[in-house]
């Protein structure tokens, strides 16, 4: 998959949390974004990088709750 290439690559900066739509290559509403982001600041502060994946992974069902949240 080429965005596991991408944050393979991203990986390597031990103080680079990837985050929010550009940062996880998805699309998602702003409110999961805005979470992502205090979750990325409060791993950052508590020097929990090795918790940086679990910030990426935030919301990644294979079916999005807006989706359904939507559509419903």
């Avoid at 979470?35 to 990426?56: P, S, Y």
């Amino acid at each position: 998959m080429h965005r596991q290439k991408l944050f393979d690559f991203l990986d390597c900066y031990e103080n680079l949390i990837t985050c929010g739509r550009q940062g996880t290559f998805r699309y998602f509403f702003m409110d999961t974004a805005m979470e992502m982001g205090i979750a990325a600041e409060q791993n950052l502060m508590l020097d929990n990088l090795w918790k940086k994946e679990d910030v990426r992974l935030m919301r990644s069902e294979k079916e999005l709750i807006e989706a359904t949240s939507v559509t419903a």
